[in-house]
């Protein structure tokens, strides 16, 4: 396990928990920042070498269910490149194995589900989340909030859709053959099961805000691969009720997709204050397509940190000016962090960020 934690003295400017005049829940809430803030999906890991060292001989679901590891892991990041939030580290099928189901996340393929569910008879085995279950993810979220101080924690849970596409594929799937097969075959058990996904999503968000987080995102991975009728009709409702479970709580809620241009105002419609946006669309027509009254996250393309740093700068330069002309930015990668990026890149680019190219 690792030793105590230092915290840089920039990261505890208020006392702990105080992030209300922060640039990432300022530019959330559309009011104004004195530079842009900037945190990138998968931050937490993936390129960082520490973080590599640490996971060595962890299964990546033990952890995210250990406080000790996931409060190392989660401020990483935040110490190396100076985001302005730290993204809690966790998976999106964390809540899902709390209830119960035999999943693991297996490196290179991602989660897997023994038995999928897909008759109404495989409900009985996801029962509903409570905070109970997950009193490890309190208190790795207690610990970090303490430790963060006026750094932003956001919290996050996986979308009713992308779950539900797991547990009935059985795992990733390029197709999701099964899950329209079920959505359009018996939208009966479909509307059933994703009921009770957005329970469990908006409980295991509701817990990490109760817990401190300062904001939440709401991932809904596979949306992009729906028609925007099926969107409306299957999933929006859904998604509606997992953000609604901390919609009284005034913390920032941003829902992001991926492959979700056509989808954007349909999702920003499902109760967000912040829409992210993917590398797909510049951030001034997505704002746009969410109906020009949201914040935006995104959305550098994340393979060019791969780029001639000349390509990078005039990229992340593209990137501010375009989110320059919604209510408010929060500048983000447009997907995650690739495992072999240089995270000296990433420093950079918060440079650029924080001072931005003329």
């Known amino acids: 396990m690792p030793a105590a934690i230092d915290v840089p003295q920039s990261l505890t400017l208020p006392t702990p928990g105080d992030t209300a005049d922060s640039r990432l829940v300022r530019a959330a809430r559309g009011l104004p920042v004195d530079r842009t803030p900037v945190w990138f999906m998968r931050q937490a890991g993936r390129s960082l070498p520490e973080y590599r060292a640490l996971r060595a001989d962890v299964t990546m679901l033990e952890a995210c269910r250990t ?3 996931v409060t190392e892991i989660t401020l990483q990041p935040v110490r190396r490149h100076g985001t302005d939030a730290a993204i809690f580290f966790s998976d999106i099928v964390v809540p899902l194995q709390a209830v119960g189901l035999d999943i693991e ?20 085995r996801l029962p509903e989340l409570t905070a109970e279950h997950v009193e490890d993810i309190t208190e790795s979220v207690t610990r970090l909030v303490a430790a963060l101080g006026g750094t932003p924690l956001i919290g996050f849970a996986g979308a009713p859709f992308t779950l539900a596409s797991y547990l009935i594929e059985g ?8 899950t329209k097969a079920l959505m359009h075959g018996d939208p009966e058990l ?8 957005a329970q469990i999503s ?4 509701k817990v990490q805000v109760d817990a401190g987080a300062s904001a939440v995102q709401l991932f809904d991975s596979w949306a992009g691969c729906l028609s925007h009728a099926d969107y409306l009709t299957y999933v929006r409702n859904h998604s509606a009720k997992a953000l609604a479970a901390v919609k009284g709580s005034g913390v920032p809620r941003i829902h992001f997709g991926v492959g979700t241009g056509e989808l954007l105002g349909a999702m920003a419609g499902a109760g967000c204050e912040v829409i992210g946006i993917d590398f797909r669309l510049p951030l001034q027509e997505g704002a746009r397509r ?4 949201h914040t935006v996250q995104g959305n550098l393309d994340p393979a060019l940190l791969f780029a001639p740093a000349s390509v990078l700068e005039r990229a992340v330069g593209d990137v501010l000016a375009s989110g320059a002309k919604a209510p408010g930015h929060i500048f983000n990668l447009g997907h995650g962090v690739l495992p072999t990026t240089d995270p000296g890149v990433l420093t950079r680019v918060v440079e650029l960020v924080h001072s931005p190219v003329e």
Do not use: K, M, Y
């Open 67 to 69: 406080p000790d590891l």
């Open 105 to 124: 996340i297996r490196p290179g393929v991602g989660p897997v589900l023994t038995d999928p569910i897909r008759t109404r008879a495989d409900l009985d």
């Open 171 to 178: 795992g990733p799937s390029r197709n999701h053959e099964q």
């Open 190 to 197: 479909w509307n059933d099961l994703c009921a009770r996904l």
């Open 202 to 205: 908006g409980t295991f968000l």
């Open 290 to 293: 969410a109906g020009g009254g």
